[in-house]
């Protein structure tokens, strides 16, 4: 079958590549290689999709080149996919910081998106391998398990390696370098960390606290949450995308709070500093925490140096971890096809004229909270309209 456009990839990315290159005439096929379109748009959000953040910009994003995402996200912008949302009439609401959610079902999106694409008259076909891709004569040919496709554009929307269980692979990268596009490494994005030590915080699974969690000198201020084998919450997740293996996470379990001050306004208190702790943060928590870290004494018998010690130990927890949870808990991927070997205006890659990588397999990886979505839109968007 000879076409316009071949999307690998039916997921947020593709699907939206493939409306606007259909709404261009372009005569266009996405093939998907799971049973149905859209598999992380349905299971995101706990199923009700953070579609978008109303207050993304480049600083929201992590690459090698952290301006490459600026002109695709200005030329089409979290405004414009509430416009088509709201369009086909889907209820949704802002849950905080800017994240916009479904008050329905995820389903939602990926039912507005297939009418988007059949308005396009664009082309879909589900549970189909993709066996190999050759360049052709006038494009590129895709060898799938149905049989062979000709395109004169290929678009490359396979995602990243986060979670495995619905479908991740490594197809993207390999056809990447398969033409001579440099990847950059990958490590999962987003996602829980686990203790080096720290045993003693394994029967905490399910607390959570308000917190600061600061990777080098990036901050984030969410709930953490304890598991059995470290922490997550969403702080921790933000701060997976910028620590190291071998750096420590500081953690303020006080934040926006002083313990000086709150010493200094009880400073006759007879009451002893682990229980004037639990008026702030669980009494689990402070058991666990409390036992080598601070003098265990009544506050008004804490001297200066004492009252910074204990300040220090909340307000600057030094927590190390031996690694994360892996794919299988991660939302994204950080890493990718480089940034500098696609053009930042049409995705397409330098070397290979109509080659197009869109999406999470590229080396932009967006912060929690709806980024990540409209890196797919705006990336799709910019190479729907140029394939």
Known sequence: MDLDVVIIGGGAAGLF?????GRRGRQTLVIEHNAEVGRK????????????NINTGPENFISANPHF?????????PADFVDLVRSHRIDFHEKKLGQLFCRGRSREIVEMLLAECSGARVKIRTGCKV????????GFLVRSEIGDFR???????????????IGASDLGYRLAEQFGIAVEPTRPSLVPLVFDGERRFGRLAGIALDAEVTAGRTAFRENILFTHRGLSGPAILQASNYWCPGEKLNIDILPGSSFSDL????RTSKQRVDNFLKRFLPERFVDSFAADRIPLKPLNELSNNEISIVSEAVHRWQVAFRGTEGWHKAEV????????ELSSQTMMAKKVPGLYFIGEVV???GWLGGYNFQWAWSSGFAAGQAV
């Not at 995402?69 to 912008?77: F, P, V």
């Not at 066996?131 to 006038?138: H, K, L, M, Q, S």
């Open 17 to 21: 590549c493939a409306i606007h290159a």
């Open 41 to 52: 748009i349905i299971i995101s959000g706990g199923g009700r999709c953070n579609f978008t």
């Open 69 to 77: 995402a600026r002109s695709a996200l200005a030329r089409y912008q």
């Open 131 to 138: 066996n190999g891709v050759e360049t052709a004569a006038d």
């Open 151 to 165: 395109c004169k554009s290929l678009v490359v929307a396979t995602g990243g390696l986060s979670f495995p269980k």
């Open 263 to 266: 010493v200094a306004r009880s």
């Open 333 to 340: 991927t950080i890493g990718g096809v480089s940034t500098a």
């Open 363 to 365: 080396d932009v990886t």
